[in-house]
């Protein structure tokens, strides 16, 4: 019998709760091939247990105030006893280091690496979403059998973009969207001002990004400070990313920071053509003018002429955004990840 104990104790409903998710049903299926079960664990008052509804097996919810404090503590040991976990999977460093303290004796243990900022311990296995996270795991001491390479992946949309579809740039303002959590790594300050440049240039553009965050304030008054009111807006967030996503011509990816970042993909996916930052992460998806275009980071003029010239090629634009989406459903759907992840766990027990 191979039980699993599957761990995320994140707040919210970004990235890192949606590779979570991802992994849920295919460890549940594996585990199963193997006389076991998989318990999914989830943060007490977080946005995963809330939104769970109906599920079945239901996810086990629990206090995470910090990796050392006795009530965390002695809910995880709590959750241990009940799983009997042949394998315990984190998804970040809080769970764990944690997990690490309550684990059985024998207990193969995992962590799915999502950032650069994580430490790592004898006979752990880490599975790492980007190549520079699994070539970091090796230069801070993780053996290579220990090492997996596991890429996000996103569920084929049922939106499909039709960008430059709507009209020329002389007759219809371009849409250039963005989405994600309104934080300073993500460049959203340097695409505010792309924009500005774009219109001094006379270019008929809009942008919209839609996600929340504590750096809206400072957004809001970029774009004031700009004069960009009419043509830049912060919509929120939206339960239909691929929708959101579908409705725009170009899309915008200033990150700073990323592991793999699936709004990247979702937007490849849908058929945009995407200009992003030239950073650890989209760097492993994309090929500058094969299937997006690729810019400096922090560069508010190359990434304005890169967005330029985008717009000024609609059918270039087209061919760029076919290419993002035949590349991302032919190697990061479910069926892929699916694969990746159970040759790693097959990995794990003969490399425990």
Known sequence: MTNILH?????????????????????EAWAAQHDGRCVGVV????KVAAAQGQRTPPFVSMPAFTDWDPVTL??????????????????????????????????????????????????????????????????????????????????????????FARGSVESCPIKIVAAGRLHP???????????GKLRAYD?????????????????????????LAPCVKLVGWTDDVAG?????????????????PLTLLEAMAVGLPVVATEIDGPNEILRDGVNGRLVPDDDVDRLAEALGEVVADPQGGVRLGEAARALVLGEYGPDQLARRLEAALDGMFTNA
């Open 7 to 27: 761990a995320m104790l994140g707040k919210g409903l970004g990235g890192l709760e949606q590779v979570f998710l991802d992994y849920q049903p295919i460890l």
């Open 43 to 46: 943060r007490q008052g977080g």
């Open 74 to 163: 002695g809910a995880a040991k709590a959750v241990v006893r009940e799983a009997q976990p042949a394998l315990i999977l984190s998804h970040g460093q809080r769970p764990a280091r944690l997990f690490a303290k309550a684990a059985p004796a024998g207990a193969v243990q995992a962590v799915c690496v999502h950032k650069p900022a994580f430490d790592v311990a004898p006979g752990v296995h880490y599975l790492c979403v980007g190549q520079h996270l699994a070539q970091l795991a090796l230069d801070r001491g993780a053996s290579a059998d220990h090492v997996h390479f596991i890429p996000n992946a996103v569920t084929p949309p049922t939106a499909r973009a039709t960008p």
């Open 185 to 195: 790594k993500k460049g959203f300050d340097i695409l505010i001002r792309a924009i």
């Open 203 to 227: 270019l008929e553009v809009t942008c919209e990004i839609a996600g929340e965050g504590d750096e809206r304030g400072a957004l809001e008054s970029l774009i004031r400070e700009l004069d």
């Open 244 to 260: 959101f996503l579908a409705s725009g011509d170009v899309f915008a990816f200033p990150s700073h920071q990323e592991g793999f």
